[in-house]
């Protein structure tokens, strides 16, 4: 991690660098290193044991006797335990464990905290990682150790911001390109853990820099008001599982679907399911678009109020709706109807045959992948995380990190398409093929692809609350519609729709033909209550003084 935090800080402007490691070759190497890219930069190298009282107090001194300050403290440090079960974890190793990882950002945090408190601030920057907050079978003991960290550094900022210092924690998970993560790559119980958990990371697994940037941002004035934090960089590895969503079903229930996502999935990916802004894209897509015709204000509000949400947050939505070339406003005296423009008429188009299509079982499959190994150099940094949102949304697994699949050879202009948008040609290689009997099999390849234990687990918990809608009257059978299409939605963003020879007798293709058949059971008097609505609008603005 020392290249890239000091390539961070020295792009950043800062002239004067101090690095401490426990090896004099590697840590003169480092120096040297950083002085033939930034020869203006002064960079003072101290030998140092992290874990010895003596050592990082003299080191700390011999920087503030040469600098005069230290503005900034960063301590990363690693160690050779791999994950592994508690009860496999000889006794004998539980001390060293902890005491290697948890010991040295404490010594140098209560070293270098009088020196910043003496000077009037100051920022301080523990690395320790997401073990200390997400339960992971293999990591009773890092985590521990981890979770030491965080509150060590949690209470120290409390104590210290009276006098202008800063005290955060970084808590990544796993680092590409980096010593820690061949290791626990390299085989046994923790490449499992790790593999696992790399395929969940649908931002794209956290690189060296992605690290360095955050470190650099919490020792500069941007983060002058933050302290005490515990921030996770792992490329959303830790916050899996099932976010619940805001519209409710009968009984009280409530459907759930991992890793929340947008209705047809709007260009900028900022709908949440339930939400105003995901309600009145579901209405636009659901009620207005079929018509052809424009909508009026009253109407839209109305509908969003009917689904629980207030007027002054329609209101909202239907603004955001506007700003983001949605739809066009057209004004009759004093009341305005909106008409969807083309943009938003595209993603209704594209979209809806990949939500329409859910129930497919896909049966003539021909037994090829498209296969897409992306590449994003730091000069297009800001589209790694379009680029997976739109792979993710394509229906592509991510067995591997930096490789994504899928089964749909079919999407491969989807796929061009938004690899031309994001202008990473030169950096995108892509093929189709059969799998090989080399390395993972097409079996393994799904199972580390896409997380459908989780989706089948969240069809199980949805099936029996969708069997138990009874609507009865026009609005009841309209808002009922508008929810479950709500809902509906969002599941080929998280159900990859895998051929039958892939995923035989899949639960997610039953629930499809359900919910499928119950729009279609209620879409007559839905569409007829919708029009009455709107033609009471209408009506309304007609004898408006």
Not at 124 to 149: F, R, Y
Not at 247 to 276: C, E, F, I, K, W
Not at 411 to 432: G, K, P, Y
Request: charged share 20%.
């Amino acid at each position: 991690m020392a290249a890239p935090l000091v390539r961070g800080y020295a792009d950043a402007g800062v002239r004067r660098i101090a690095l401490l490691a426990r090896t004099p070759e590697r840590g003169e190497a480092a120096r040297r290193a950083v002085l033939a890219r930034y020869p203006e930069v002064e960079v003072l190298f101290v030998p140092a044991d992290a874990g010895d009282a003596g050592q990082v107090r003299a080191a700390v001194a011999a920087v503030h006797d040469r600098f005069g300050q230290i503005d900034v403290a960063v301590s990363s440090v690693t160690g050779s335990y791999r994950p592994e079960l508690l009860h496999r974890t000889p006794v004998e190793d539980l001390a060293t464990i902890v005491t290697q990882q948890a010991l040295p950002p404490m010594l140098l945090t209560r070293v270098v905290l009088p020196l910043m408190q003496e000077q009037g601030g100051g920022s301080i920057v523990n690395i320790a990682s997401d073990a200390a907050k997400v339960p992971t079978p293999g990591e009773s003991v890092i985590g521990a150790a981890m979770a030491a960290i965080v509150m060590f550094s949690k209470v120290a900022a409390l104590e210290a911001k009276r006098n202008g210092v800063r005290v955060n924690a970084l808590t990544p998970s796993l680092i590409a390109n980096t010593p820690t993560a061949e290791m626990v790559l390299r085989d046994g119980f923790s490449r499992k853990l790790f593999e696992k958990a790399a395929s969940q990371a649908h931002l794209g697994v956290a690189e060296p820099e992605d690290l360095a940037s955050m470190v650099v941002f919490l020792g500069g004035p941007a983060a002058a008001k933050l302290t005490g934090q515990a921030i996770s960089v792992n490329g959303g590895i830790s916050v899996l599982g099932c976010r619940t969503y805001h519209s409710r079903y009968p009984g009280g229930h409530r459907m759930a679907t991992p890793h929340g996502s947008a209705l047809l999935q709007p260009d900028d990916g900022s709908v949440t399911p339930g939400s105003a802004r995901s309600l009145l894209f579901t209405i636009l897509g659901e009620l207005v678009w079929p018509t052809g015709k424009p909508v009026w204000t009253a109407t839209l509000v109305h509908l969003l109020r009917g689904l629980g949400i207030e007027e002054q947050t329609a209101r909202q939505a239907i603004a955001r709706a506007a700003s983001s070339d949605w739809i066009a406003a057209a004004r009759t005296g004093r009341e305005v109807s909106w008409s969807l423009t083309p943009k938003l008429q595209r993603i209704f188009e594209s979209g809806s045959l990949r939500v329409y299509s859910l129930s497919d079982s896909y049966s003539r499959w021909d037994g090829r992948w498209l296969v897409v190994l992306p590449t994003i150099p730091a000069s297009h940094r800001s589209v790694r995380r379009p680029l997976y949102t739109g792979l993710t949304w394509a229906g592509l697994g991510n067995p591997a990190p930096g490789l994504w699949v899928t089964p749909h050879v079919e999407r491969v202009t989807e796929i061009r398409e938004l690899v031309d948008r994001l202008d990473l040609q030169r950096h995108t290689v892509a093929f189709a093929g059969t799998v090989e009997a080399i390395g993972l099999d097409q079996r393994e390849i799904v199972d580390r692809g896409w997380d459908l234990a989780a989706l089948r687990e969240h069809y199980e918990q949805v099936e029996p609350i969708i069997g138990a809608l009874a609507p009865r009257t026009a609005d009841e059978k309209l808002f009922e519609s508008v929810r479950l299409s709500n809902e509906y939605g969002a599941l080929p963003r998280t159900d990859p729709q895998l051929p039958e020879a892939l995923l035989p007798d899949w639960i997610g293709r039953r629930i499809a033909r359900r919910i499928e058949a119950l729009r279609a059971q209620w879409k007559p008097a839905a569409e007829a209550r919708f029009a009455e609505i709107d033609a009471e609008s209408s009506s309304r603005t007609a004898v408006a003084p």
